[in-house]
């Protein structure tokens, strides 16, 4: 539902999700204001009706914005560490293959680096911009083709290409994980409910009575803000290769300078 941000700039997003918010609230309620005194009655007693729906469905609509906010982030913190966990694997492989003899060692070795190449100049990129990466799969049916073409010929050879193969599938098993979770994201039914929720409790907020008219838009404007901050902070998670605030790819960067020298 709100996948347009990610073509936007961070600042542009946060500024549209709130900045809506809080024109619809402060227009309800310059619109509400004439009404709320034939729906609900005179004084004393004007806000209660409201405060009952207001603080009972306030209380649930939190919960589930806090929830859902938490289980966002967590996701995010997830694919990042996915992120760390297949350069690792990338690392630690490339060190092994190091110990096979020529020329399979710099056949296996110049694999890793471009898939290496692949994975920060096309599937990052790719990733951002909400498509579907290119290539890096077939660089990894080369790299496996070349792994279990090596015929061992001593006994220390066997031990480093079975601790070889062993690696290799830590780290395609590592690749299918950060794949599976750049394709995350919130049901669109939750989303629908976040919205509903959203617009009931603005529209409680404009039915609120208070004496003065610039303290129920500031009161309201306030409410709007946090309501529309939360929205946009789940939906810049919501699939955390994606956009600006995405997950970085640093520990890649790291492992390509550090270990393979590049």
């Known amino acids: ?29 310059l619109a509400a204001r004439p009404l709320v005194h034939k729906l609900f009655g005179p004084e004393p007693g004007r806000n209660e009706q409201v405060t009952m ?13 806090g929830l859902v906010a938490a289980a966002t982030y967590q996701s995010f913190d ?5 992120v760390a966990d297949e350069a690792a694997a990338v690392g630690t492989l490339y060190r092994e293959v190091s110990a096979y003899p ?5 056949v296996l070795r110049q694999d890793l ?33 070349h792994l279990l073409a090596f015929q061992p010929q001593t006994r220390a050879q066997e031990i480093v290409h079975q601790a070889a193969i062993a690696q290799f599938a830590q780290f395609d098993e590592q690749r299918r994980h950060r794949i599976n979770a750049s394709a995350g ?12 929720g959203a ?15 610039g303290a129920h838009l500031l009161l309201g404007g306030l409410f709007a803000f946090f309501l529309g901050t939360m929205i946009f902070l789940i939906a810049a998670m919501d699939y955390p290769f994606r956009g600006d605030l995405s997950v970085s790819p640093d520990p890649v960067v790291t492992m390509y300078h550090n270990v393979m020298g590049k």
């Open 185 to 196: 994201g919130l049901p669109n039914v939750l989303w629908y409910v976040i919205v509903l």
């Open 102 to 106: 020529e020329p399979q060692r710099d």
């Open 78 to 82: 997830d694919a990042q560490n996915l």
């Open 53 to 65: 729906v207001l603080t009972v469905g306030g209380v649930f609509y939190g919960l589930l914005l």
């Open 1 to 29: 539902m709100f996948t347009w941000i990610y073509s936007l700039p961070t600042w542009a997003g946060f500024v549209i999700i709130t900045g809506v918010s809080v024109l619809l609230v402060c227009a309800g309620i």
């Open 113 to 145: 680096v471009d898939y290496t190449d692949n994975l920060l100049d096309v599937a990052f990129p790719a990733l951002r911009d909400g498509q579907d990466p290119p290539g890096g799969t077939a660089l990894v049916t080369r790299f496996q083709d």
């Open 199 to 213: 617009v009931v409790n603005v529209i409680l907020v404009c039915l609120f009575s208070l004496s003065g008219r």
